[in-house]
């Protein structure tokens, strides 16, 4: 009886509970936050510019003469009153002869520039575009001078001669800053776009 009671008392004693093991936790690697550094990106940038030929810009500024030729006309009421402004185009007078001692010089220009010129496509785009720019200024040129052929103003000092006068001085003096304007832009090589004109001129091309 001693025995069967020790033996169960063996066997109601509890085990030695096991030792729990330390939680091991994988090791991470040290992750480094510093940007790496870069080599700057070098960009090279080459305009290409190419400059116009001095034969185009001579070319181009000899089409815009033609306007302004047929448009000195215009200006008689203005050099009239102020003499000192002949002075300006006093230089171009032995050329301005040369081209009027000519007979039919002006048609003969006109057609020269635009059949020689703006239809030649020999030529690059800036002199045909600087040509039928003139070319459509000297056409410009001729409606003044058919409305006053029309309409008669006569000669003497009512409104309708002042309208005259009022009207050839405002178109000299378009035509001569015109044709300033053309001038210089094609001696630096640039394109230049005039007023009620440019448009017109570039839907021929």
């Known amino acids: 009886m001693a025995s069967l009671c020790l033996s169960l008392h063996q066997t109601l004693k509890p085990s030695a509970a096991p030792r729990p093991r330390p939680l091991s936790f994988p090791t991470t690697s040290t ?3 510093r940007p790496s550094p870069k080599r700057p990106s070098t960009f ?3 305009a290409s510019y190419t400059p116009t ?3 185009e810009r001579v070319i181009s500024i000899a089409s815009y003469a033609l306007p302004f030729f047929n448009s000195l006309q215009y200006g008689r009421f203005l050099f009239a009153q102020y003499p000192k402004l002949a002075l300006l185009v006093e230089p171009i007078f032995p050329i301005l002869n040369l081209y ?3 007979p039919g010089a002006s048609f003969v220009a006109f057609f020269g520039l635009y059949l020689g010129v703006v ?4 030529f690059s785009r800036y002199v045909r575009f600087n040509a039928m720019q003139a070319v459509t200024l000297d056409v410009l040129l001729a409606v003044p001078v ?4 029309i309409l008669d103003p006569g000669h003497g000092g009512g409104f309708g001669m002042k309208a005259m006068m009022w009207g050839h001085t405002g178109v000299f003096v378009f035509s001569f800053m015109c044709f300033v304007y053309g001038v210089v832009s094609c001696l630096v090589g640039k394109t ?3 007023p009620l004109v440019a448009d017109a001129a570039g839907r021929q091309l």
């Open 146 to 149: 058919l409305l006053t052929r």
């Open 192 to 194: 230049p776009y005039i």
């Open 44 to 46: 090279t940038t080459r």
């Open 31 to 33: 992750i480094s936050l």
């Open 119 to 122: 239809r030649n496509t020999s």
């Open 100 to 102: 009027r001692s000519v």
């Open 53 to 55: 030929p001095a034969t």
